[in-house]
């Protein structure tokens, strides 16, 4: 059963780079046909999909995130980091990191989640 744990600062100027890292447990990030996503939900706002990474490495960002948005991965650590730059009040959210394979879930709807992460961006 892959688990998922997001970490990082519940609180980034406006401006400055969002980072968070997503923890992965009960699976590698390099098993075949695995995607390991970002989402996240604004306040009063649905989901948004902002990006994944594949177990190749490759990476794939939704258009409305494309330009300030980098998703990397620590294979060293099973790990998989968003970058977000550029902050604006606009990107406080609950932050999730989730994850789906080739046979069950898919970018919509993936089928592992973290429980989410609190970032705010205020000054």
């Known amino acids: 059963q892959v688990q998922l744990q997001e970490s990082g600062p519940g609180l980034v100027k406006p401006s400055q780079t969002l980072a968070l890292t997503c923890t992965v447990s009960?699976?590698?990030?390099?098993?075949?046909?695995?995607?390991w996503s970002w989402i996240r939900q604004p306040p009063g706002k649905g989901l948004e999909r902002i990006g994944y990474?594949?177990?190749?490495?490759?990476?794939y960002y939704s258009p409305s995130f494309k330009g300030r948005t980098s998703i990397s991965r620590d294979t060293s650590k099973n790990q998989f980091i968003l970058q977000l730059s550029s902050v604006t009040p606009e990107d406080t959210a609950v932050y999730y990191c989730?994850?789906?394979?080739?046979?069950?879930?898919?970018?919509?709807?993936?089928?592992?989640w973290g429980q989410g992460t609190q970032v705010t961006v205020s000054s």
């Open positions: 989730a994850s789906w394979d080739g046979y069950s879930g898919n970018y919509e709807s993936p089928r592992y």
């Open positions: 009960g699976g590698s990030i390099t098993t075949n046909y695995y995607y």
């Open positions: 990474i594949d177990y190749r490495g490759s990476t």
